[in-house]
């Protein structure tokens, strides 16, 4: 889907790739030209209004202000909370990898599913440890990087 049909005007022409996406945001690979290189992004989907709703965005702000709870070892660490073109963004620290819910309907070896389980309990025992109750966990919200099964 053209990046324009999902944020709405303004975003025709721009690098934008959509990675995934869920009934609130889309993943996105925001191409630039420089040292920067790539940055990635979850930016709320236009809803029937012509605009995101106030729920999409205030995620995307609660998600912003524990990022200093949250380490890049095991969780898509926020690095910046901004807005162009119209739209609030959340741009994340991010090195590959798709969502959990792409790689399951058959079943998983052991030999995959034993290293995948053992760092998604890592990952919450993080999570934990911070103070923090994640509310959502679920396929499509665990990344796995499948060059590293992390």
Not at 56 to 66: D, G, K, Q, T
Not at 107 to 118: K, S
């Amino acid at each position: 889907m053209k990046p324009s049909a999902l944020f709405g005007a303004g975003w025709e022409g721009d690098s934008v790739e959509v990675v995934w996406q869920d009934a609130g945001r889309a993943f996105c690979r925001l191409g630039r030209d420089g040292p920067a290189g790539a940055r990635h992004a979850f930016i709320p989907v236009l809803s029937g209004t012509e605009h995101p709703t106030l729920e999409s965005i205030n995620r995307l702000i609660h998600e912003y202000e524990l990022k200093d709870d949250l380490a890049a070892d095991w969780a898509l660490r926020p690095v910046e909370l901004s807005r162009e073109r119209g739209r609030t963004m959340l741009v994340v620290e991010y090195v590959g990898g798709q969502p959990l819910d792409r790689l399951v309907g058959e079943p998983m070896e052991v030999g995959r599913f034993l290293p995948l389980a053992v760092a998604l309990s890592t990952a919450l025992r993080q999570l934990h440890g911070c103070g923090l109750i994640h509310k959502d966990i679920n396929p499509a919200n665990v990344i796995v990087d499948s060059v590293t099964e992390h």
